[in-house]
Each structure stands twice: as C-alpha cells, then as structure tokens.
C-alpha cells in the first residue's frame, strides 16, 4: 500500500504562491499517477492536475492551467504542486492521490490512495 502524506498548505492572498509537497513512498513501482485534487466546503471533489510517474506527462483542470504546475523528484519519492496568482476559489483542502488508470482523465474513482490533505485558503 501506498500511504500520501500532504504538507505545505497555508493562508496566502491573492495573487500569492504556495507550493504543497507530498511524500509517497515507493509510488513508482505500483501507480501510474500521482495526483492532486481539492474539495471546498459544500463543493464536490475536483481534479487539480496529475503526473505519469513512470514517463512523460503532465495534466491539468483548465482552472488552474497557466498558474500551476506538478512535478516530481523520485528520488525523493515526493510529488509537488506549485501554485502561482492564487485566487480566493482556490480555497479547499488539497489531497494528494496515487493510482489512477489513464493520468489525463483525472478521475478521482481511479486513485486508490488518498492522503489526509492540507488546507489552502486565499484571502481576496
């Protein structure tokens, strides 16, 4: 099993950066994502962007394309989320998931591993 651990969220304003981090170990030899979604209260889940981890890939919700960017470090065994001009619907908590089937569609019924999540909220 693989067991995500988010950190790195916090309370910025707008227009603001913050980059979150998430430990996996060993996701590399069973998943072929690593992704992350976020939920606001009353909201449902949503996709963020997700990353092949054994390849080339990257996807992203038309949300937040142009202002976030995912990457990896294997050898850190660590997925990143890198949030530029943050906006007040930004706000959610942001889960970390391994798994998926094919990493473009985000579906978050393909991850089998969800971290706890790490609150972001952006002031206007």
């Known amino acids: 099993q693989i067991h995500p651990v988010e950190s790195g969220g916090g309370s910025v304003q707008a227009g603001g950066s913050l980059k979150l981090s998430c430990i996996a170990v060993?996701?590399?030899?069973?998943?072929?994502?690593m992704a992350w979604f976020r939920q606001a209260p009353g909201k449902e889940r949503e996709a963020v962007a997700s990353?092949?981890?054994?390849?080339?890939?990257?996807f992203y919700a038309d949300s937040v394309k142009g202002r976030f960017t995912i990457s990896q470090d294997v050898a850190k065994e660590t997925i990143y989320l890198q949030m530029n001009n943050l906006k007040p619907e930004d706000t959610a908590m942001y889960y970390c998931a391994a798994g998926g089937v094919v990493c473009r569609d985000l579906l978050p019924s393909t991850y089998s591993y969800w971290g706890q999540g790490t609150q972001v909220t952006v002031s206007s």
């Open positions: 060993k996701y590399t030899y069973t998943t072929n994502c």
């Open positions: 990353i092949v981890t054994r390849g080339l890939g990257t």
